[in-house]
């Protein structure tokens, strides 16, 4: 599975679009971009996943780039109860089932 | 409709002592994962179980057994607890065809 770098930590204010940015430069054409956070001491929550196109749910929009090296993950307006850990992580859909998480980025947003 | 649930939720342990970790799903799932996460860390693989009846280790396995004899349970044993196993434990599931993980709310576990 590809290796994925996110930011350690971000910061943005409550009602602006939060851009959590994802690079995965070794992903191969079978695998595909998933969200999860992780609010303070719960369990992750899944949030968005996608291939190459862009995806957007009740929760968030992704963002994936042509050459499918990088995705941002945006949460249109933020509010103090997004403050949580995302994680990005890329895994193809036949040979995930050893799913490990990354460090994530902390992101604060601030009132 | 449950989800995932994990028990027990808190547990302190002396060194040495062994105990279980439950985790059971009613979703029919057939993959499900056990991770520990230590202050201010990501989260990190112990075992996985790809069904009824098989297991697999994940990234730090040392130290813990597994069993899953049912597809609905996946046990987390510690057989000798060390202070280093100190951590909040996390259970998860997911369907076989998407990477789509249900977690459970954790267990915390304090090894004195």
């Known amino acids: 599975d590809a290796k994925t770098t996110q930011p350690p930590s971000m910061d943005c204010a409550e009602g602006r679009a939060a851009n959590l940015p994802c690079n995965h430069s070794t992903i191969s054409g079978n695998e595909y971009v998933y969200w999860y956070r992780q609010i303070h001491s719960q369990g992750p929550q899944y949030i968005i996943h996608?291939?190459?196109n862009n995806e957007t749910n009740e929760m968030a929009s992704l963002i994936i780039t042509e050459d499918r090296k990088s995705s941002t993950l945006i949460l249109p307006h933020a509010t103090l109860r997004d403050t949580a850990v995302y994680y990005c992580i890329v895994l193809s859909e036949t040979s995930g089932s050893r799913l490990t998480f990354g460090e994530g980025t902390q992101l604060t947003v601030n009132p | 409709n449950a989800g995932v649930t994990q028990t027990p939720k808190f547990r302190v342990l002396k060194t040495g002592q062994s105990m279980t970790l439950l985790c059971a799903q009613d979703?029919?799932?057939?993959?499900m994962y056990w991770y520990r996460q230590d202050p201010g860390m990501g989260l990190r693989l112990i075992h996985y179980?790809?069904?009824?009846?098989?297991?697999a280790k994940g990234e730090v396995p040392d130290g813990y057994n597994v069993s899953r004899l049912k597809k609905q349970n996946f046990l987390l044993g510690l057989e000798s607890a060390a202070p280093s196993q100190t951590s909040v434990y996390f259970c998860a599931s997911r369907t076989f065809w998407a990477n789509v993980l249900t977690f459970g709310a954790g267990s915390r576990l304090t090894v004195l």
């Open positions: 979703m029919n799932h057939e993959y």
């Open positions: 996608g291939l190459k």
């Open positions: 179980s790809v069904g009824e009846g098989t297991t």
